[in-house]
């Protein structure tokens, strides 16, 4: 399900993307999935840009930090650790604001590679939302399920706006239609009995 081609023969990169996927995506997808089945209107998105200042890869040592970092951008599209996308969120380009937790670190934002207009069109999502409870923004963002699923036994497309910038990640925010699906299949016989037990403690 993760071989080493696809992460540029990185083993610590393809751990990364697993653990990830099955610790943190893969249940916040089967949350998402199971909200939007009660009639709760979900919005779901995947902040992945990758971030040539500010990175805690590079700290932890699981990005090449040794390359030339304009290098990796091709290679590295849509990554992001945990966390890299609270500098957007805020604006911020000072201090510890990811896993890194670096009170000196300095994140300016590159606007060649469209990380001004990244700062903005997330900040005019996440006002939007908290204002109206609906996220607008130059990209139209669907909710994850579609109200039709409510009524009918067939699973729906689910969709996830996908955060990223500049040319090597679509260029901005893109809505992308079953995210992690066949990831998340993968790990589902392991990820509901396990939400199953802790409901089963609580």
Known sequence: RYPLEAFNGSPASAYIEADADERVVCPTRLLATMA????VAVFHFSY???????????????????????ALRSR??????????????????????DLAD???QYCPFDKTAGEEDLVTQIQTYWTSFARGG??????????????????????PTTSTMRLGAGPSEGGGPEV????KHDECSFWGAEIVPRLDRTAMRD
Do not use: I, K
């Open 134 to 155: 609906e996220p607008n923004g130059s990209v139209a963002w669907p909710r994850f399920t579609p109200s039709a699923y409510l009524a009918s036994a067939v699973a």
């Open 36 to 39: 939007g089945r009660a009639g």
């Open 48 to 70: 992945a840009h990758f971030s040539l200042s500010c990175d805690a890869g590079y700290d932890m040592q699981t990005l090449p930090w040794w390359e030339d970092r304009t």
């Open 176 to 179: 992308v239609h079953d995210f």
């Open 102 to 104: 670096n009170v000196f």
């Open 76 to 97: 590295f599209a849509h990554w992001a650790s945990h966390g890299a996308d609270v500098h957007y969120v805020f604006g911020t380009t000072h201090g510890p604001d």
